[in-house]
């Protein structure tokens, strides 16, 4: 197949652009033609892209050059598109019939006007659907350095055209249960939504036995949606002794800092910024336990396949798509969502507890071996983008 990404970002930012790079990857091996076109072009992994992709192509804001877009269906002939993040470009712009239209939806952008699902004023995970009533959580506001008071105005309206707009597609991917019910709750068709969950390639070396240190380690973007203030908090309340690495960036790593040092924290965690997945490796070796502190519904959260990849048990938030790959009491402990005092509770019972980590750790393994494999992961997706699915052995 001829296949042609559409994505906001050219490099790595977060999950979603290291899930595009994968598969690219993937199936540029499986000997199928990648092309992407892009909006912006990020600073890292960049090189990466390139070598994963057959050509790339900057359309600068995406949904503003229509008719660059055009001519470059028309050089192309994709077999299929297949769309990520694509700010202002709705699938509807594309045209019906000459080549099959695949979604891919990575977050809560189309079916939340906020974009994070939860409420900015009380924290807790919205289980509405779109409608006006987003009003009055203030979704007509986005944050805008350049603007006067540092918001701009956007219609709700518009961005519920692009969700109904995405009944057009000839398939729409999710990454978990989670997503396909929000989807369905907006009112597009249970048909044509089809889970497939991520997956991340297997490491090179096998899993390492948890470590007797207790190293707590966080994965991930230092924004308020992850979480990591939560976790921060239940740092904090911790008896038994600990070391904590953050690794990643975010515009809220400043106010993170200050939180530590208020909290006491300040010589116990330590934010190792962005890293490599080899650099990463060598964290997750190092660790007792992950953890997933997410405060927005997560439409996954590739990380904790990475944990498990690492035989490392994992203690997150029961919120979104969490659910689907960390099982209760057997690949690690899930709290309620926003419970700090939950948390704390659940990293004191592995931090406390070698056999028990291990005994996680390793059903994480074979449950990640088992269920989230990228070969399988490979042959559903092409499956979905070429419309024609196999029949595979369990």
């Not at 490099?11 to 909006?39: F, S």
Request: charged letters at 25%; one cysteine or more.
């Amino acid at each position: 197949m001829r296949i042609l990404f559409i994505n906001e970002n050219y490099g790595l930012h977060g999950g979603v652009e290291q899930n595009i790079l994968d598969a690219a990857k993937g199936l540029r091996a499986r000997a199928h033609a990648c092309y992407l076109a892009y909006g912006s072009a990020t600073k890292r992994g960049t090189k990466a892209f390139d070598a994963a992709f057959h050509e790339t192509c900057a359309i600068t804001e995406l949904g503003a050059e229509g008719r660059r877009l055009e001519r470059l269906l028309s050089e192309l002939e994709p077999d299929v598109v297949f769309l990520h993040k694509t700010g202002a470009l709705s699938i509807g712009a594309l045209p019906e019939g000459r080549f099959r239209r695949v979604q891919m939806v990575h977050d809560h952008d189309m079916s939340c006007p906020r974009r994070h699902k939860y409420s900015p004023f009380t924290g807790k995970v919205c289980d509405k659907a779109a409608g006006w009533r987003c009003y009055l959580e203030g979704a007509f506001l986005a944050r805008d350095p350049e603007a006067r008071f540092g918001f701009r105005y956007e219609s709700i309206g518009q961005k519920l055209k692009r969700l109904h707009a995405l009944g057009r597609a000839d398939c729409i991917l999710v990454g978990s249960r989670f997503m396909k019910d929000e989807l369905a709750q907006n009112g597009l068709g249970v048909e044509k939504i089809q889970v497939l969950a991520p997956a991340v390639p297997k490491p090179r070396t096998t899993p390492s036995p948890v470590p007797s240190t207790p190293h707590i380690l966080f994965v991930g973007q230092l924004i308020r949606g992850k979480g990591v203030d939560l976790l921060l908090q239940a740092l904090s309340q911790l008896k038994v002794p600990f070391e904590a690495t953050l690794a990643g960036t975010g515009n809220a790593e400043d106010e993170l800092r200050q939180l530590a040092s208020e909290l006491g924290l300040a010589d116990r965690v330590r934010f190792a910024g962005f890293l490599s997945r080899r650099e990463l490796t060598t964290l997750y070796d190092g660790a007792r336990c992950v953890v997933v502190p997410s405060r927005w519904p997560e439409p996954f959260g590739m990380v904790g396949l990475e944990a498990m990849w690492h035989g490392r048990p994992v203690v997150g938030f029961d919120v979104g798509g969490i659910a689907d790959w960390l099982r209760h009491e057997a690949t690690g402990l899930l709290a309620p969502g926003g419970d700090t005092n939950a948390l704390a509770c659940a990293m004191a019972c592995v931090l406390s507890d070698l056999r028990l980590a291990r005994a996680f750790g390793s059903e994480g393994y074979r449950r990640v071996t088992k269920h989230f494999s990228f070969d399988r992961y490979l042959s559903e997706l092409e499956d979905h983008l070429s419309g024609f699915p196999k029949e595979r052995i369990a």
